[in-house]
């Protein structure tokens, strides 16, 4: 609610006009101040939070739950109606509510129109979130959620409290991070929309949501939900990391950092794929937390120059196919004399000797961990 008033009020000092939200039946869930032109029925709606089945057969008769755009609405002198300009408030095809502007004295142009339509689906966001939010404010789910993803105990009893997670069940938590190098408000509103599409399909897993900065949350009771349904639901593309299921959900805190750090891997190291389950990824689940300021001498050295990029490809690749020069040279599709050329440039500018298993083993962890700090980025 508190994220509805916000909305509302800030929509309202930006049209310099008063307004009023109410949901898909006609309830009114929130209101600017008020001033300039008002009838009856909007001061009636504001005391008793909805409209008489009169005022409510007059608007539908005038197509405001089938409309997908703004439309002005007639008066009806005898109900003491004035005329209005309805906005409908919709999540995809679903109608959630309405936003009213009485349209008197004088007229709303058509430019406040098409700003109050702009703001629609950010008020949808908050209606549809309102409406899952299972005995808890949305705004307070929030907050809640929060709290547990920091490993607050009182947080999660208050989720399950409110009815809004089954006590006693297991929790997932999976991370949706956008490709984009730079998250938006844009970015962050298809996330919403995404995450909160995604509850409605997914609510016997009882799930719940957050947004943060750069990237998505996910909860879910029980084992992860396929990171694919997450991948569908989302407008906008995304890698998805996946942490291990805890016991119970006070204890999501560690699947959430999990997952956070697989959505990073996999954005990092694309032969991963779109999806990351923490428990899969090998030396990068050793790797991850590690600091990255004390990598092999030589490997600095490589990486302190872009023109060594394929000296360092070369390298990885001959370390993760075990030192074979065959394998190397065919998925290189390298001349074997060639193959031989670079790992010998790669002794001498790292001055090091591949013959020695210790050099091998901290030269590939070395490499690992370059990539997943992003100073080590290969073409491929």
Known sequence: MADLQRIVDDLAARLDRPLLLEDRLQRVVAYSEQSGAMDDIRRDSILRRHTTPEVRSWLRAAGIHDASAPLRTPGAPPLGLLPRVCVPVRHGSALLGFLWFIDAEPEMPDADIALAAASAPLL?????????????????????????????????????????????????????????????????????????TLRRRLSGHHPLHLVRYDHGVLLVAGPAVPAEDVHAALAVPV???????????????????????????AARVPGLGPSAEWARLGVYRLLTGLPDHELHPGLEHLL????????????????????????????????????????QRVEELAQTDLKDGGERLALHLGLKLARLSGRYRPRV
């Open 124 to 196: 949808a966001l908050a209606l549809f979130h309102e409406s899952l939010a299972s005995g808890l404010a949305s705004h307070r789910e929030l907050e809640a959620v929060t709290g547990v993803l920091l490993g607050e105990r009182d947080a999660a009893r208050q989720l399950i409290e409110a009815g809004a997670f089954p006590q006693g069940q297991p929790v997932t938590a999976l991370v949706a991070r956008p490709v984009a190098a730079e998250p938006d408000e844009p970015l962050r509103m298809a996330l919403e929309q995404g995450l909160l």
């Open 239 to 265: 890698v998805v990391g996946v942490g291990r299921t805890r016991p119970a959900l006070a204890d999501a805190a560690g699947s959430y950092t999990e997952a956070l750090h697989a959505a990073e891997t």
């Open 304 to 343: 302190a120059d872009p023109q060594h990029l394929p000296l360092l490809e070369t390298l990885e690749t001959y370390l993760d196919l075990a030192g074979s020069a065959v394998a190397t040279s065919r998925a290189l599709r390298l001349h074997r004399t060639s193959l031989y050329y670079r790992l």
